[in-house]
């Protein structure tokens, strides 16, 4: 089983600045298959991020994915007050389908 | 637009069964090739993946629950459901099923609490 490791767990920013979130996988991930999803309270995760680099349909251009093998990086450009939230990896190249544990993007 | 529902008990004693269904609309759950996937999340914890199944029936289970899980797809119905047996409090969670490609759509979650 791959475990994915973020990091860090909180980060505490201020709108309009840069958010970078890791991802760091046990073993490498085949093809790359790494995502993201964003999950604010009381709601279902979504879709942010696919093949690690690639914008699911109608997210912003301010969210960009980058990375391969084990090091997988999520930026937000500028953060947005709708962008503090909770933001999880998952990889689906190997089973189990794992995610990481969260990282927390709160407003300082 | 494609769109999904859970339904189901939201509160089973420990060592029964919890059952769910996830009805499909929008789309065909037999078009496209996808498979469907339960996820679940403990309160306050991350996401965990259940399993997965396809308009076939093929199916396959995270082996830490494999034991206990059984995925079935209704086609006529245009839905698929979970079983999982021999609860115990920790499989109190809000329950999610979802369109693998990877994730792209999710239902709103039905929450399960596990007690007597």
């Known amino acids: 089983e791959i475990v994915l490791t973020q990091s860090p767990g909180t980060l505490s920013l201020s709108p309009g600045e840069r958010a970078t979130l890791s991802c760091r996988a046990s073993q490498s991930v085949r093809g790359n298959y790494l995502a993201w999803y964003q999950q604010k309270p009381g709601q279902a995760p979504r879709l942010l991020i696919y093949?690690?680099?690639s914008r699911a349909t109608g997210i912003p251009d301010r969210f960009s994915g980058s990375g391969s093998g084990t090091d997988f990086t999520l930026t937000i450009s500028r953060l947005e007050p709708e962008d503090f939230a909770v933001y999880y990896c998952q990889q689906h190249g190997s089973s189990p389908w794992t995610f990481g544990q969260g990282t927390k993007v709160e407003i300082k | 637009q494609l769109q999904l529902q859970e339904s189901g008990s939201g509160l089973v004693k420990p060592s029964q069964t919890l059952s769910l269904t996830c009805a499909v609309s929008g789309g065909s759950i037999s078009s496209g090739g996808y498979s469907w996937s339960w996820i679940r999340q403990a309160p306050g914890k991350g996401l965990e993946w259940i399993g997965y199944i396809y308009h076939s029936g093929t199916s396959y289970y995270n082996p830490s629950l494999k034991s206990r899980v059984t995925m079935s797809v209704d086609r006529s119905n245009n839905q698929f459901s979970l079983k999982l047996t021999s609860v115990t409090a920790a499989d109190t969670a809000v329950y999610y099923c979802?369109?693998?490609?990877?994730?792209?759509?999710w239902g709103q979650g039905t929450m399960v609490t596990v007690s007597s």
């Open positions: 979802v369109r693998n490609n990877p994730f792209d759509v």
């Open positions: 093949s690690a680099s």
